[in-house]
């Protein structure tokens, strides 16, 4: 017994009592504490993982938002994890820079569809967004034109930088990407009003005419916008908001931004290079009627095409008689003939910004002799490149647009829609600060045609005909001039976004007729 007694003192069992009950306790005390620990742990490594997320969390919204406590602590990431963080800073750049919001009182939303090519279009959004700041609407993204002959299926923004559109106008006027839901129904139901607005109209009639219509229906839709405001006697903060919009607002896609640098390195790797707006396209002929040097199956093939398309209006057409009034592109020989003549470099290069030239080889062939250093986008970038830019027009127009911007010289033979807004973009200051003055030429087409046709049948000499050409040329190089205006004739005078001056001076009230 005494032997029991000294065994159950040994495990500190005697004297307690319920031995069962304190068995159980005595378990808690080794299992619990156990328990404890490990939620304890549990406890902290969560609240860890939840501390490290926030600080993460914060220090980006610091990078995005603006300065923020933890924008000055040291960088506790790796070399690799800051090269990644430092791109996410450079793309929120711009959201740091945001201006602040216009409020105003909404007159209602104004929707457009657009007609026509790349640069046409490009124009009529700048004119569109002017309209809709001055009436004090909200202006839905525009619509591209997807019916015209080029088919071109792409949106708004699979050319355009959308939100920077919108964001960096946000200070003018409210631009949506899309009707507010309560007010689509109305569309669904035809329950607005649609209208082509009048050609070269002043901002009173849209004042007068149709703000009154956006009042009533709540949403209008214009579904012309080529030319429908007119280039001058507008008020002089319209003007620069025109200019705003072409040369900041409207970015091209980052995607065909970099495709364009890449063009323009390869090009700046060989030296200067030269733009040749070539605008000697199928359709072109087609529309304009002009056929000097095609072959009688040319001629009945852009003569089909012509009266395929109803709404190029005009039909019978006198390709000789308009080539002698100066509104026929040049062809490729006659632009042969003049860039030789005005003692461009025959070996500097020379892109050609257009479309498949009509007649091919058998028409480039003297081009090509004079300037042997011919290259296209197709030639100085790989398939691949392009293959997502195959079939959409207004994206290929788009590349074209960038490298024409930063040529050395920039010579459109044509005075189309294109060749008009690349001369008035090189003009703008930015643009010169950046790059110096680039030489454009502006070839008097009227007096060409005659002076080329006198040296073909021998009239001129070579020198001759070369000192005349450069001599009627010495005022066409993108010198800084006033626009021709001539009142109730605003198709015959000079296009505003060709020549924006007013977008080059300081502001002065006093050239303003009227006030946004």
């Known amino acids: 017994m005494e032997e029991r007694e000294r065994r159950r003192r040994r495990w500190g069992v005697l004297g307690l009592k319920g031995t069962d009950s304190h068995v159980e306790k005595l378990k808690s005390c080794i299992v619990f504490p156990h328990r404890s620990r490990m939620k ?13 997320t926030c600080f993460v969390q914060f220090t980006t919204l610091g990078e995005l938002w603006g300065p923020s406590v933890l924008k000055g602590w040291p960088s506790c990431f790796s070399h690799e994890y800051s090269s990644v963080t430092s791109s996410l800073v450079v793309k929120s750049v711009p959201a740091r820079a ?14 457009v569809s657009c007609n026509g090519g790349l640069n046409q279009m490009r124009a009529a ?24 002959f080029w088919a071109d299926p792409s949106e708004f923004e699979d050319i355009f930088d959308i939100d920077h559109f919108i964001t960096s106008l946000r200070d003018e006027v409210r631009i949506l990407k899309e009707l507010p839901r309560r007010l689509k129904r109305r569309v669904v139901l035809g329950m ?28 209008v839709h214009l579904n012309r916008t080529d030319a429908r405001l007119a280039n001058n006697g507008l008020p002089f903060e ?49 529309f304009s009627g002009c056929n000097q040097g095609c072959n009688k199956d ?42 030789r003549a005005l003692d461009i470099d025959s070996s500097i290069q020379v892109y050609i910004a257009a479309g498949e030239i009509y007649g091919g080889t058998r028409r480039m062939a003297s081009l090509a002799a004079a300037y042997p250093n011919l290259v296209r986008k197709e030639t100085l970038l790989e398939p691949s490149e392009l293959r997502f830019f195959q079939n959409h027009s207004s994206q290929m127009a788009a590349l074209d647009y960038l490298v024409s911007l930063e040529s050395d ?3 459109p033979t044509y005075d189309g829609n294109m060749a008009k807004v690349v001369d008035g973009h090189r003009r703008s200051p930015i643009l010169c600060r950046h790059l110096g003055f680039r030489k454009t ?46 009142p109730d004739r605003p198709k015959e005078e000079d296009y505003f976004y060709s020549n924006p001056w007013e977008c080059f001076e300081p502001s002065n009230e006093g050239e303003t007729s009227s006030s946004i």
Not at 197 to 217: A, E, G, T
Request: hydrophobic share 45%; with cysteine.
């Open 238 to 286: 319209i003007q620069k908001l025109r200019c705003r919009v072409n040369f900041g607002a409207l970015k091209f896609t980052p995607q065909i931004e970099e495709l364009g640098k890449k063009v323009i390195r390869l090009l700046r790797q060989k030296g200067p290079f030269m733009v040749l707006h070539l605008r000697y396209e199928m359709d072109m002929l087609a």
């Open 409 to 411: 010289i920039f010579v």
């Open 98 to 111: 945001l201006p602040p919001k216009r409020v105003y009182q909404n007159n209602g939303y104004l929707m």
């Open 298 to 339: 040319e001629v009945e093939e852009l003569t089909r095409m012509r009266y395929a398309y109803p709404w190029w209006k005009e039909k019978i057409i006198n390709s000789e008689l308009k080539r002698r009034d100066g509104l026929c592109p040049l062809t490729p020989e006659e632009t042969a003939l003049t860039l």
């Open 192 to 219: 607005i009003y649609t209208m082509p607005p009048i050609s070269w109209s002043d901002i009173s009639y849209y004042q007068h005419q149709v703000l009154p219509l956006i009042r009533k229906y709540k949403v």
């Open 441 to 486: 030429i502006l070839l008097d087409r009227n007096l060409l045609v005659d002076l080329i046709d006198q040296y073909n049948d021998g009239s001129f000499t070579w020198n001759e005909f070369s000192t005349a050409v450069k001599e009627a040329h010495a005022e066409h190089m993108g010198n800084p001039t006033k626009r021709l205006v001539i």
């Open 125 to 148: 959004i700048c004119d569109m967004v002017a309209i809709a700041r001055y009436l004090n609407v909200t202006l839905i993204v525009p619509e591209l034109d997807k019916t015209s």
């Open 40 to 52: 304890l742990w549990m406890i902290r490594a969560t609240t860890m993982v939840l501390l490290w």
